[in-house]
């Protein structure tokens, strides 16, 4: 589903719910509801009776790569090409990151992980030498263009967590008020143009990872190669208070924010989280 396709379906979803009361009171009249999730505008919620937790977080994200003509051959979880290269230390920073978005000169595609086999691609040990098995990290195609979360969901930088299911559902919308007013770059995805936002402090709970557990967090950030939350500590020193947001209508507009449409989730039969790597504190998909 293109960002055009997701918003429009977001919109229908929260023009149906327009007599709701959480539809009337979170946003901004004469403002779209899709729009205040796709423009971090999204007003103060009202906490009294809401869930707090203290949690602590890391970050993960999707590198960036060009495909080269020469370089290390992306392959499938059954040894299959998939009809891209990378350079050893693209390959390399895209099996620790667990995603990569390759520029191609026919467009762009994403790749996750799917898996190790049985060979190593090239040597990562001089980059990661505590995680040798990266060398031997196999890819599938994404869904989403910065990568695949839970049950179907498509991740979007700024706005998704991993989290362990045990403390935050998946599917739950989270309330971080040390986020909110925070002045971020936001990527602007295929043919749009980065741009400014002050962040509104919600967020989604949309996958989870083999190194999160707890109340441990990792935040989104897509294609940004830095950090940009001075929450994430990366430390368990370094807490911070949350809130679960539990709100139905609320809960709806993020699954669409996220490509999750009430009819696919009315069509799932179980949550899928596919195979996640866990070798890393920024990892969405890693084992290290």
């Not at 971080?176 to 007013?181: I, L, S």
């Not at 947001?245 to 179980?270: M, S, Y």
Request: glycine letters at 10%; a positive charge.
């Amino acid at each position: 589903m293109s960002r055009q396709w997701a918003f429009f379906a977001l919109f229908l979803l929260l023009a149906s719910c327009s007599g709701c009361a959480w539809v009337r009171s979170i946003f901004s009249p004469g403002r779209p509801a899709a729009e205040s999730l796709t423009q971090f505008t999204l007003p103060e919620p009202d906490l009294s009776g809401a869930r707090r937790l203290d949690l602590w977080a890391t970050y993960f994200r999707t590198h960036r790569a060009r495909a080269v003509s020469d370089g290390v051959e992306l392959l499938a979880a059954d040894g299959g090409s998939l009809g891209v290269r990378l350079s050893p230390r693209d390959f390399c920073q895209a099996a620790m990151d667990g995603a990569v978005r390759v520029e191609r000169a026919k467009g762009a595609v994403t790749f996750g992980f799917a898996g190790l086999g049985d060979a190593p691609q090239t040597d990562c040990s001089k980059r990661f030498p505590k995680q040798s098995a990266i060398s031997r990290t196999r890819f599938a195609r994404t869904r989403g263009e910065f990568g695949d979360g839970a049950g179907g969901r498509r991740l979007v930088p700024l706005r998704s967590l991993a989290v362990d299911p045990k403390v935050i559902p998946i599917g739950s919308v989270v309330y971080v008020p040390q986020a909110r007013g925070l002045s971020l770059s936001v990527p602007g995805g295929r043919d749009l143009e980065d741009r400014r936002v002050e962040h509104d402090g919600f967020f989604f709970a949309a996958t989870t990872g083999g190194a999160i557990d707890g109340h441990k967090i990792d935040v989104f950030i897509g294609p940004l190669s830095q950090n940009p939350f001075s929450f994430v500590q990366s430390t368990k020193r370094g807490t911070f208070e949350a809130y679960l947001v539990e709100d139905g209508a609320l809960e709806q507009a993020f699954e669409a924010l996220h490509g999750r449409t009430p009819a696919a989730i009315a069509a799932a039969t179980g949550e899928d989280f596919g195979p996640r790597p866990a070798w890393s504190s920024h990892a969405w998909a890693s084992p290290w």
